[in-house]
């Protein structure tokens, strides 16, 4: 007999399936690892009811082992169960700390799984480049020759590799949502019971932040199933048009909720990827919102994960080509959202207050966006996003948002800055026409903190930026504002007060 061990983010089958019918599955809940961070309660109780759903899928198969580390746990289950650690395997875990645990522990460590291409994959990729940069758009067409989704032989169906111009439609006017069929939700159940009174008595010693409503994310394979389902028949169709839209009273639109889960592992993403070509295919959904759903999953996750990796354990403590030092604000680590009276940033605070989560756009152009402005470092910032998101991971954020939202790592990640004004939140949302403020007012009481914080953060960066060719227009723009002066004395005493 042999024993899998997996980690709450390896549940679903495709971390089990090689098993034979007799050997045996671990699964470790380490109380000290909630709290290590100050987590939102929502994402902590996804994570146990997904590991308790899957213990109690297997069965007399799974030993569940509580404790207050993963060594003491691990420990505890060799001794009652009898076995070496030579005995036991591990699909590769998703940070650094958890790997180096299994090899001082003597595991047996597979490759990891859950992802399209493997580490070997990628690395193999990455020899070719030279001294090219290592560009997502070059290595999703590369994955995309590799697996033939979406290929007419050696070339792109519909005859272009990107759709990304096609999907880019601001909100409907006139109207609060979408108007979709409300998303599949999950059912609680008597597991969901018992980890909302674990995480009360938890509450005496560690501290969440956030609020655990009824629970809107897939925790079993039967559910994340579900969800790739409705996504397909409701949603994929409107998916790729406003992918990079955001409205006030719609915080899902059309966007798949298959996040959580697939980081759970519940499902495998080339699963995901494959039904939504096979719709594409049934006529189901156009080119442009098939695209932009792979490109996301088999593209960019992907990608993402392999610099985690690639880029070193290192990368977010030790780039901050923006010297940006300033800690994040009461208000921003509380999700206080109603001291914030900015419609953009509001809405996203109470977003993730709220659910856990928001759509990128959210996350990049408002939350990452106002970071950037304000000088939040980096540090700082990417652990509050792993904290707060229920779908965030070292790996997932490490890339995200230092090195795509924040540009710390000075270009590596992003040729540009992703800061904006007003005018794109105006443009690509429907939250400046009830805002208090208005987007192109730089300066005054109805001066619009996005634009002038867009401003602010190009004057105060404008010598670290002057050798970005992309930056030239901005940076020469700054110096036409006549009130260059006074916006940037109004931001500078705005502080860290909300928006």
Request: with cysteine; hydrophobic share 40%.
């Amino acid at each position: 007999m042999t024993t899998r061990w997996l980690f709450a983010d390896q549940l679903g089958p495709h971390f089990t399936d090689d098993l034979d019918a007799n050997d045996h599955v671990l699964i470790i809940v380490a109380e000290n690892s909630f709290a290590r961070r100050r987590y939102h309660r929502a994402k902590v109780h996804l994570i146990l009811s997904a590991v308790y759903h899957r213990a109690a899928e297997l069965g007399e198969r799974c030993s569940l082992i509580h404790a207050d580390t993963f060594r003491a746990g691990f420990s505890e289950y060799c001794e009652q169960a009898g076995v070496s650690p030579e005995q036991v395997s591990v699909c590769a875990p998703t940070s650094y700390g958890a790997r180096r645990l299994c090899v001082e522990l003597g595991v047996d460590v597979l490759p990891a799984r859950g992802f399209v291409t493997s580490e070997r994959d990628f690395d193999d990729w990455a020899s070719t480049r030279k001294r090219k940069r290592l560009l997502m758009e070059d290595f999703y067409r590369h994955v995309r020759r590799r697996t033939g989704v979406l290929m007419d032989g050696d070339e792109p169906v519909g005859g272009q590799w990107n759709y990304d111009a096609d999907n880019r439609k601001p909100p409907p006017r006139g109207q609060p949502t979408l108007g979709l069929a409300e998303p599949w939700w999950p059912v609680e159940d008597e597991w969901d019971k018992c980890v909302r009174e674990q995480l009360d008595s938890w509450a005496t010693q560690m501290e969440f932040l956030g609020r655990d409503g009824p629970r809107k994310f897939a925790v079993t394979r039967e559910e994340a199933l579900r969800v790739l389902a409705d996504f397909i028949a409701n949603r994929l169709a409107t998916f790729g048009p406003f992918e990079d839209a955001a409205m006030t009273d719609d915080w899902v639109m059309s966007h798949s909720l298959l996040s959580a889960p697939m980081n759970m592992g519940l499902l495998d993403p080339m699963e995901c990827v494959q039904a939504v070509a096979d719709a594409y295919v049934r006529g189901e959904a156009d080119i442009a919102s098939a695209e932009g759903f792979i490109r996301q999953v088999m593209g960019w996750r992907d990608y993402v994960w392999h610099l985690y990796w690639h880029l070193g354990e290192g990368y977010v403590g030790e780039t901050n080509a923006l010297a940006a030092h300033q800690p994040l604000p009461q208000w921003w680590r509380e999700l206080d959202s109603d001291a914030v009276e900015a419609a953009c940033v509001r809405t996203a605070l109470e977003q993730v207050r709220d659910h856990g989560w928001n759509h990128h756009i959210l996350r990049l152009m408002v939350l990452g966006n106002w970071a950037l402005q304000r000088g939040y470092d980096p540090v700082e910032t990417t652990e509050w996003f792993t904290s707060v998101f229920v779908d965030a991971y070292p790996w997932v954020m490490a890339a995200n948002v230092a090195g795509m939202a924040l540009y710390a790592d000075g270009g590596v990640m992003a040729t540009k800055p992703y800061a904006a004004g007003g005018a794109y939140i105006n443009r690509m949302t429907n939250f400046c026409g009830g805002c208090v403020y208005a987007p192109t007012k730089r300066v005054g009481p109805q001066a619009c903190p996005v634009t002038a914080g867009y401003w602010w953060f190009i004057d105060r960066n404008a010598e670290r930026l002057a050798g970005n060719p992309r930056m030239g227009q901005p940076l020469r723009g700054r110096l036409r504002l006549a009130d260059l002066d006074e916006l940037v004395a109004a931001e500078t005493d705005r502080g860290d007060s909300p928006p």
